[in-house]
C-alpha cells in the first residue's frame, strides 16, 4: 500500500462509478510519499491504453470498485528516493511503467512506483514521446523477445499492427531482424509500411488465415476468435501470444490439436525491459507515434479518443 503524505496535496484524474469518459474527474489527493526501494516521480506525462478505459467503464477486471485513479504510463522527474535507491537521484528524468494492475495511479502530479520500475528517459525524446512507450513498449518486447524468442529471418505476424502495442511491436520485431506481417484496416498501410511492416493485410476484406502460412509467432491482441483462427497460420511448433489474459477457450489445448503453440500474456514492470527499449530508441529503432496529445483538464475527451478503437499509435495526457 502506498503511503501518503497529509500535508501535502495534488491534482489527479479520480472517479467515484464505473462508466463512460463522462466519470472522470479532477479531485485533490493526498501526495505519496515513496517507501523503500521506491521512487516519487513529478509526472510531467501519462500514457493511454486500452486498459484504462475498460477498467474505467467495466467492472471484474483487476481492480475492486472506485474511487482510484488509473493510468501506468509515467513520464517525469524523480521528486524524491526511498531508503536504498541507488539508481536514481532527484532530479534525474525518468520514465517507466507502475506495476501492471494494482500500481495504477498515473493520472496525477505525482507517482511512486519501485525504482526498478522506471529508466532514465532516453535524451531524444520528450516526455510525451516517453510517456507513450512504456506498457505498450514492454507489452510487445516481453511478449516477442521474452516469450516467443524471436530472432532474425523468423516471420512474425502482428494482429492491429498499427495500434498502441502492434506499431511498438513491428519495429522491435525488425531491429531483430525478422520477417514482418501486420494487420491493419486500408487507411493505415502506408504507415506500416513506413515503420518497417514487410507485408501488410487488410484484414476487413481478407481472411488472414487464408493468405499468411508458416508463421513462427503469432502476436495478437484482438480476441479469442482471432487467435483460434490464426493458429491455422503457424508452422508447425510455433508460437502464438496473445494478450488477452482472460478467456472463455483453452486456447493451449486448441493450439496442442493443431501442433502449435499458444500462451497468454500479460505485461509486467521490468528495469530491464525499459532499458532496452531505451536503447532502441537510442540507436533509432524504435519511435513511438503520437495519436493525440490532450491536457490534464481534457482526460475525459482522451478517454473517448481512445474507446473508438480507432487511433494509430497512443494517447498522451499532459500534466502541467
Known amino acids: ?46 500514457g493511454l491504453n486500452p486498459t484504462d478505459w475498460r477498467h474505467r467503464a467495466v467492472a471484474g477486471l483487476f481492480l475492486p470498485e472506485p474511487p482510484f485513479v488509473l493510468g501506468w504510463d509515467v513520464s517525469g522527474e524523480v521528486a524524491a528516493t526511498g531508503i536504498g535507491v541507488t539508481l536514481f537521484r532527484p532530479g534525474d528524468e525518468v ?23 522506471f529508466a532514465h528517459k532516453p535524451a531524444g ?8 512507450i512504456p506498457l ?5 518486447w516481453q511478449a ?15 494482429h492491429a499492427a498499427a495500434g498502441g502495442v502492434g506499431h511498438f511491436a513491428v519495429q522491435i520485431a525488425k531491429a531483430r531482424g525478422a520477417y514482418v506481417i501486420g494487420t491493419a484496416s486500408a ?19 481478407t481472411e488472414v488465415a487464408e493468405v499468411v502460412h508458416d508463421v513462427d509467432v503469432v502476436l495478437d491482441s484482438v480476441d479469442d476468435e482471432n487467435s483460434i483462427r490464426s493458429l491455422r497460420t503457424l508452422r508447425p511448433g510455433g508460437l502464438l501470444v496473445t494478450l488477452r489474459a482472460f478467456g472463455t477457450v483453452d ?8 501442433g502449435v503453440r499458444a500462451v497468454r500474456m500479460l505485461v509486467e514492470n521490468d528495469y530491464a525491459g525499459m532499458r532496452a527499449l531505451a536503447e ?22 482522451a478517454h473517448a479518443s481512445g474507446d473508438t478503437g480507432r487511433t494509430v499509435g497512443k494517447l498522451v495526457l499532459t500534466v502541467p
Open 1 to 46: 500500500m502506498i503511503e501518503t503524505d497529509t500535508t501535502a496535496t495534488m491534482r489527479a484524474i479520480s472517479q467515484n462509478v464505473l462508466g463512460g469518459p463522462e466519470v472522470l474527474t479532477e479531485v485533490q489527493l493526498p501526495q505519496p510519499v515513496p517507501g523503500p526501494g521506491e521512487i516519487l516521480v513529478r509526472v510531467r506525462a501519462a
Open 136 to 140: 505498450a513498449g514492454l507489452t510487445a
Open 144 to 158: 516477442l523477445v521474452d516469450t516467443a524468442e524471436l530472432s532474425a529471418r523468423q516471420r512474425v505476424l502482428i
Open 187 to 205: 487507411p493505415n498501410h502506408d504507415f506500416l509500411r513506413g515503420i518497417g511492416a514487410d507485408e501488410v493485410i487488410d484484414y476487413r476484406g
Open 280 to 301: 532502441l530508441v537510442d540507436s533509432g529503432a524504435l519511435r513511438p507515434t503520437i495519436a493525440g496529445t490532450f491536457s490534464f483538464s481534457e482526460a475525459a475527451k
Open 125 to 132: 525524446l520528450d516526455h510525451v514521446q516517453a510517456a507513450a
Open 251 to 258: 486456447l493451449a489445448a486448441e493450439a496442442n490439436a493443431l
Open 95 to 117: 520514465f517507466g511503467m507502475l506495476p501492471y494492475p494494482n500500481g495504477h495511479g498515473a493520472f496525477a502530479e505525482y507517482a511512486a512506483g519501485p525504482a526498478r520500475a
